[in-house]
């Protein structure tokens, strides 16, 4: 797609989704990959949510990670510059290397815990501790930020084609926001996303579906095409939580 059409193209998804989308969760290397237009097309993009979409939480998908210095640069790229409600990082250089990330209570922080990705269990399923049966490295990571969550700003990313590793997340960080990608084009499975990813009350699940929304189509309806997309995606997630006596309705 040319440049100049992104925005054009993000223009007409946002539009809309707008009355149906709870977050929009740029991801910031199909941006960079464009160079400086990609960089204004992110800008306007932002601004063109904030403007239509002013409830939406929009969240900066970037997953940095780096030692203090660097980490407090980014932190100020993404919330300073971008001006993101929320952004995702990578804890692997533990707890310093997200402390720039938490400072101002008021901006989230989703820490990647279990990817979505086949390879994703190469390190993070490793078990860790070395005594008896081990704790997997995804689980070591969510206890980890449920001890620096001293704020009540980190949430954990955590993929819905891993319903078992969710569930564990979930019962070891009770209260925090899980942001689940995973559904839609990489095939997993909204019904136990749900079930395992939402808190008792039938909340604090942020379920992601991108390409199955802004690709629903792939002709000149594709913003209504999108409407539908992310229409159904919500639709069928409030299925799971009346069938569960947990819905909107219900409570
Ligand atoms: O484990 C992860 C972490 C991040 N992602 C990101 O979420 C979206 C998913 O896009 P789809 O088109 O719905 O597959 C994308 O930005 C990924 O980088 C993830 O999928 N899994």
Redesign the pocket.
């Known amino acids: 797609m040319p440049v100049p059409d992104v925005f054009v193209f993000n223009r007409a998804i946002i539009d809309s989704t707008a009355a149906v989308a709870s977050a929009y ?1 740029p ?1 910031l ?1 199909f941006y960079e990959a464009l160079g400086l237009p990609g960089m204004e097309a992110l800008e306007r993009t932002v601004s063109h949510i904030r403007d239509v979409a002013p409830d939406a939480v929009i969240i900066g ?1 970037a ?1 940095r990670g780096d030692i203090g210095p660097s980490a407090r640069a980014y932190a100020k790229a993404m919330f300073g510059f971008w001006d993101f409600d929320a952004v ?1 990082v990578n804890a692997w250089g533990g707890s310093d290397s997200i402390e720039p990330f938490l400072e101002d209570p008021t901006r989230g922080v989703f820490v ?1 815990c ?4 086949p390879g ?1 269990g190469d390190f993070q399923d490793l078990l860790v501790d070395g005594k008896g049966e081990g704790t997997p490295l995804y689980e070591a990571m969510a206890r980890a930020c449920a001890d620096w969550n001293t704020s009540g700003n980190i949430g954990l ?3 819905a084609t891993v319903p078992g590793q969710l569930a564990a997340v979930r019962s070891l960080c009770p209260d925090m926001p899980l942001l689940i ?6 095939g997993g499975e909204l019904e136990s996303a749900v079930r395992a990813g939402c808190d008792s009350k039938g909340r604090l699940a942020l379920i ?5 929304v802004i690709y629903a189509s792939p002709s000149a309806d594709f913003a209504s095409a999108a409407s539908e997309a992310a229409s159904r995606l919500r639709d069928s997630i409030n299925h799971v939580l009346e069938q569960d006596g947990l819905g909107w309705l219900s409570s």
Not at 181 to 186: M, R
């Open positions: 969760k991801n290397a998908d997953k995702t990647w279990r990817g979505s990705n994703s990313v955590v993929g990608p995973g559904v839609g084009a990489q992601n579906s991108s390409r199955g």
